[in-house]
């Protein structure tokens, strides 16, 4: 039952029309039950589209498990999770990482929706939490760059009353050093410019945008919706962060790892996702450069070349790394596309230069 975007068009639509959206829906969660029942299975929905229709939710068989999920702190589905619990319906909480649609999550985001939700969860009697990480837009964000998410959704479930303020770096700071032996606490600030909220989702999106117009590079589901000319960022803004990834990226992504993690061999996870850290600090910077050359290019101007050069490198960069870094743990399926949306990039580029 998720996203139904064609819910009560096409073949549902004349029975939309008789009996409500919500029946339709329900009758279908039904069927859905009945096949899971048959199997000696548990069945779960996701709780958005019950809640649109709530006249359903005195309706629902009590063996349903409802997943009652919102990404935003200040969520409105959040507090809805009481009209499951009136109803006497089982239920779980479901925050997210906010990793999906970004290079390096957005991190305080994540943190406050994590932290509220279970708090939720604890006060209303859920059955659990369900701290979600999803892929869209072609899933370039890594795995590892959830990892600190997670791991927040975990200490918020196990003992959150004792969890860390999600507004600050004691957290991090913990995360960092028993998970990766960084004693000095030097990389706090690397998650913290990677997960920079200010990257939102407009970042992940531009870096594969045209130059010129906007329009998507990528095929498939690596297509990303343009947003350069939503001007969510001011150039000033745009080249502070630049620096601030330049000042990352100057450092060995190990400079600040202990030697432990280095010399295990079964730490391989670890040492992959500061990689992966790395791999994301750099699309973040190469996004926010994207910005300011394609303002440029829109309005008629002239890009110097020693700015052109350097993003031509840093997409080469970043589409090696890219391709290799993704098969260490995951699928092929998507990275093809993604690849394809570099070079199309690099094309757009050498034709600028030209």
Excluded at 8 to 35: H, M, N, P
Excluded at 80 to 105: D, I, K, Y
Excluded at 141 to 163: D, I, K
Aim: with cysteine.
């Amino acid at each position: 039952g998720d996203e139904p975007w064609e819910l009560g068009q096409g073949q549902s639509k004349k029975k939309a029309e008789e009996l409500g959206l919500g029946t339709v829906y329900l009758d279908f969660i039904l069927e859905l039950r009945e096949l899971s029942l048959k199997h000696g299975k548990r069945f779960s929905i996701w709780g958005d589209i019950v809640l649109q229709h709530p006249e359903i939710i005195s309706r629902l068989p009590p063996d349903i498990v409802v997943l009652n999920w919102d990404y935003s702190p200040d969520g409105e589905r959040i507090p809805r999770t009481a009209e499951f619990v009136e109803a006497g319906l089982p239920f779980v909480c479901c925050p997210g990482t906010n990793g999906w649609q970004s290079h390096g999550t957005r991190l305080r985001t994540g943190m406050n929706n994590i932290h509220r939700f279970a708090g939720v969860a604890v006060e209303s009697g859920a059955e659990g939490l369900l701290n979600t990480d999803w892929g869209d837009a072609g899933h370039r964000n890594a795995l590892g760059v959830s990892m600190h998410g997670a791991a927040y959704g975990a200490a918020c479930s196990w003992n959150h009353e004792g969890a860390s303020d999600p507004n600050d770096d004691e957290f991090l700071s913990n995360y960092t050093k028993h998970i990766y032996a960084d004693t000095s606490g030097a990389l706090v600030p690397v998650l913290k410019t990677i997960g920079d909220d200010d990257f939102g989702r407009w970042a992940y999106h531009a870096l594969l945008e045209r130059l010129s117009k906007p329009e998507s590079y990528g095929r498939g589901f690596s297509s990303v919706r343009p947003m350069i000319d939503s001007g969510e960022m001011e150039e000033q803004t745009l080249r502070s962060k630049i620096e601030a990834a330049d000042s990352i990226a100057s450092s060995t992504p190990w400079e600040n790892v202990g030697t432990e993690i280095l010399q295990d061999e079964r730490l391989g996870f670890e040492r992959t996702t500061i990689e992966e850290y790395s791999l994301a600090n750099l699309m973040n910077r190469a996004a926010s450069r994207r910005v300011l050359i394609a303002r440029k290019v829109r309005s008629g101007g002239t890009v110097d070349a020693e700015t052109v050069d350097t993003h031509r490198d840093e997409l080469e960069t970043i589409r090696e790394q890219l391709s290799l870094l993704w098969l260490r743990r995951n699928r092929p399926s998507r990275l093809e596309d993604s690849l394809a949306g570099f070079d199309q990039a690099l094309r757009e580029i050498d034709d600028l230069k030209a």
